[in-house]
């Protein structure tokens, strides 16, 4: 069920972000609005190259050096007044990322120190009053890994980072993100090292906490039909716009943008087992210049105006938005 909008944890609007290419900048997010409602699980999905990973660190301010960003990212944090993340220096960001903001990194050896064990890690980003009764801290340690899917938690918490998989260390890696009891959770493919058996503890406990401690969860993939299982809202991202957003369920069986559509049908020809469907044409690089809708040179339904103009965002029937000028429902019609 939606919140009433002043219960939004994060709002983001009119988002761009640019990044040097040394001569120049490259346009890689477009103008992207949305909310994420407290408690709330909100999907992120597209395909390889479309931005997701680009969008969840301009959040938190984790871009290359250089990059350029416009317009605002606003948090509501529980307590205290709304934060402008995008006008915050490094140092003032510092006090609210990973700790009121935990940030998962889609590879997730990148924030962990090589030459510290794991378990102090975890330790060390849990909250100061935690940390003051090391006994306690250490208890609190092992039930982080336990909930994130580590069957041994003493070994791993002894573990060094490169004695673990991919998959073991995704999930000290999640694991620590939850240590310092985060409002907001960005997990970018918090699961996809792990086999598909061992993906549902770990959600399953991201679920517990946004029910049961009220976090609220961006979860990026590139598989619509994973992020479903766990998303009450999805967005939908293609070439650096979102292209959708609307409640799961909603854009699950009435898709507004044909591009939703086809990576529904993608994955229910995956599910079946038949040959896999492929969306028609390449994905293009960020560098290629398309004008209109970005997604026309792939559109079964693209005609002239596509070509040329580019789709603002307007209401969807299933009660989100969608950027097209030729809604799948309508256009079947
Ligand atoms: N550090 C960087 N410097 C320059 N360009 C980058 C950098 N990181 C990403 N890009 C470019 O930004 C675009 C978006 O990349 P991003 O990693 O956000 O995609 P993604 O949707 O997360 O893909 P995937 O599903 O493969 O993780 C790509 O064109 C990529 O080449
Ligand atoms: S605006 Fe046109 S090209 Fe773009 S998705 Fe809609 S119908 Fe297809
Ligand atoms: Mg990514």
């Known amino acids: 069920m939606h919140r009433p909008e002043n219960e939004n944890v994060l709002s983001v609007k009119n988002l761009s972000v640019r990044l040097s290419t040394g001569d120049s900048y490259l346009t890689i997010i477009n103008d992207a609005s949305f909310d ?6 909100l999907g992120l999905i597209g395909e390889s190259g479309s931005g997701k990973s680009m969008l969840c660190k301009s959040i938190v301010n984790l871009l290359p050096k250089g990059s350029r960003l416009d317009g605002n990212v606003t948090f509501y944090p529980d307590s205290g007044k709304p934060e402008e993340l995008l006008s915050m220096s490094e140092v003032e ?10 940030f998962l990194s889609q590879e997730p050896g990148s924030s962990m120190n090589p030459v510290m064990k794991c378990g ?3 330790f060390d980003a849990l909250p100061n009053f935690e940390r003051a009764n090391k006994k306690n801290g250490i208890q609190q340690v092992l039930k982080l890994l336990e909930n994130s899917g580590l069957k041994n938690p003493e070994a791993i918490a002894n573990s060094y980072p490169h004695e673990l998989s991919g998959g073991m260390l995704q999930r000290v890696a999640l ?3 939850l240590a310092g009891e985060p409002e907001i959770l960005i997990a970018d493919e918090p699961v996809t090292a792990l086999d598909v058996s061992s993906r549902t503890g770990p959600m399953k406990s991201l679920s517990r906490l946004t029910e ?4 609220s969860v961006i979860l990026v993939s590139h598989d619509i039909d994973f992020v479903s299982n766990w998303a009450d809202d ?3 991202m293609y070439l650096g716009s979102i292209v959708e957003l609307g409640e799961t369920n909603k854009i699950l069986s009435s898709p507004a943008h044909p591009y939703t559509k086809a990576l529904l049908d993608l994955s229910k020809s995956f599910m079946s087992g038949s040959l896999p469907e492929t969306i028609p044409g390449d994905i293009p690089s960020m560098e290629e210049k398309i004008s209109g809708c970005k997604f026309h040179p792939r559109c079964e339904f693209a005609d002239e105006l596509c070509s040329t103009t580019e789709p603002d965002s307007e209401d969807a029937e299933h009660g989100g938005w969608k950027r097209c000028f030729h809604p799948v429902g309508e256009t079947e019609n």
């Not at 994420?36 to 699980?41: A, F, H, N, P, V």
């Not at 049961?212 to 976090?215: A, H, K, P, T, V």
């Open 212 to 215: 049961e401690m009220g976090l």
């Open 175 to 177: 694991a620590a993100a």
């Open 36 to 41: 994420l409602r407290k408690s709330s699980t």
């Open 234 to 236: 999805i967005m939908v």
């Open 93 to 102: 960001l510092r006090s609210i990322r990973g700790k009121k903001i935990g």
């Open 120 to 122: 102090k890690q975890v």
